[in-house]
């Protein structure tokens, strides 16, 4: 219910302005001087940041990599451990196996977020990528900062762009 109202705060301070400073849902004050005492602060900073988004919108993308999801990758079928090795010697070979499946599933994300990049790079301004291993996959998220009039056409060629990988868990939001 909370992160509908914001959402619905957001929506209504993007109609009100040319320009938003993300805002992480869940960031608590104490009361208002709270509020003005940290813009205060950080005016200088803030203002910058307003005029660089004046008139964008930040877009995310987020897909995750599932061994299991991608052909040609983990999969199910996980190597089996040799008999007779002690209980560290199996734990540090099942940190290597996860390792290496996170690596490869890696690679797998990194094909992924070039080609997105460059279906849609008419359409966005800037791009920030992250990676992170969540068992048992891998996150991939990217950040696009897309100009306000580009935003149909940026949803266009994602939309078309992500037939071509149908079997990956993907959530759009911005």
């Not at 010697?89 to 797998?108: H, I, P």
């Not at 891998?138 to 897309?146: G, T």
């Amino acid at each position: 219910q909370n992160a509908l109202v914001h959402q619905s705060v957001v929506e209504e301070a993007f109609r009100r302005s040319i320009s938003l400073i993300p805002c992480r849902f869940g960031a608590l004050f104490a009361d208002e001087e709270e509020v003005r005492s940290l813009l205060k602060r950080h005016r200088a900073r803030l203002e910058g940041e307003l005029s660089r988004l004046e008139g964008r919108l930040e877009v995310s993308i987020r897909a995750i990599f599932n061994g299991s999801d991608l052909p040609g990758s983990m999969g199910q079928d996980q190597p089996r451990t040799p008999e007779g090795l002690t209980e560290a010697a199996r734990y540090l070979l099942g940190k290597k196996q996860r390792y290496d499946a996170v690596k490869e599933l890696s690679g797998k994300a990194e094909q992924f977020g070039q080609e997105l990049n460059e279906a849609t790079a008419p359409f966005w301004a800037e791009v920030r990528v992250q990676k992170r291993p969540i068992d048992p996959g891998l996150l991939l998220s990217l950040y696009y900062l897309v100009d306000g009039e580009k935003l149909s056409a940026f949803k266009c060629a994602y939309q078309q762009f992500k037939e071509k990988w149908p079997s990956l868990k993907l959530l759009y939001t911005g």
